[in-house]
T-cell receptor, first 110, second 114 residues
């Protein structure tokens, strides 16, 4: 069983819809939780970061962490075609060694 | 500001050949990483270097060696390439510390082993 599970999708939504992404994990030592965005033929770039449990909002993006359920989520409001990418969850027990999910491919249709 | 630069961008090898993937960062980061990305598997850590002069194995180190040449450069070597090593390889770097410092990735090397 993988340490981090993420549904690979693909997920296709119309422009303006809410995109909901999630990951589950098994390692209770994880404290740092991140979402990376990866455009085609590019390297991942950090989108959101949360330390421990709770919610974090940044513009149209909201990240949620529920450590009791070992479940994290990313919501994208008012989705745009430019949001079409692969979204990778990542997590770590410390601040430098990450475990990644498989990534969910999202397409936002204009 | 280039960030993390990987060379080459593409490479095709025959089984048994060797090659070195190069990575350099210009952000004065202490830590550097090599990952491979395969469909359905996500990014898996091959080796990492927490600081200049140190290297450690990650999740999938077999068949690879690394060299942290200096603070800027971290190379990955395949001594005898196998078809199972066909993948996209990413190098990343970071400056560990609180608050969390993100890993900065290069754009990858696409490697095919025939």
């Amino acid at each position: 069983q993988k340490e981090v599970e993420q549904d690979p999708g693909p997920l296709s939504v119309p422009e303006g819809a809410i995109v909901s992404l999630n990951c589950t994990y098994s390692n209770s030592a994880f404290q740092y939780f991140m979402w990376y965005r990866q455009y085609s033929r590019k390297g991942p770039e950090l989108l959101m970061y949360t330390y421990s449990s709770g919610n974090k909002e940044d513009g149209r993006f909201t990240a949620q962490v529920d450590k009791s359920s070992k479940y994290i989520s990313l919501f994208i409001r008012d989705s745009q075609p430019s949001d079409s990418a692969t979204y990778l969850c990542a997590m770590s027990p410390n601040d430098y060694k990450l475990s990644f999910g498989a990534g969910t491919t999202v397409t936002v249709r204009a | 500001n280039a960030g993390v630069t990987q060379t080459p961008k593409f490479q095709v090898l025959k089984t048994g050949q060797s090659m070195t993937l190069q990575c350099a960062q210009d952000m004065n980061h202490n830590s550097m990483y090599w990952y491979r990305q395969d469909p359905g598997m996500g990014l898996r850590l091959i080796y990492y270097s927490a600081s200049e002069g140190t290297t450690d194995k990650g999740e999938v180190p077999n068949g690879y060696n690394v060299s942290r040449l200096n603070k800027r450069e971290f190379s990955l070597r395949l001594e005898s390439a196998a078809p199972s090593q066909t993948s996209v390889y990413f190098c990343a770097s970071t400056l560990p510390g609180h608050p969390y410092q993100p890993q900065h990735f290069g754009d990858g090397t696409r490697l095919s082993i025939l």
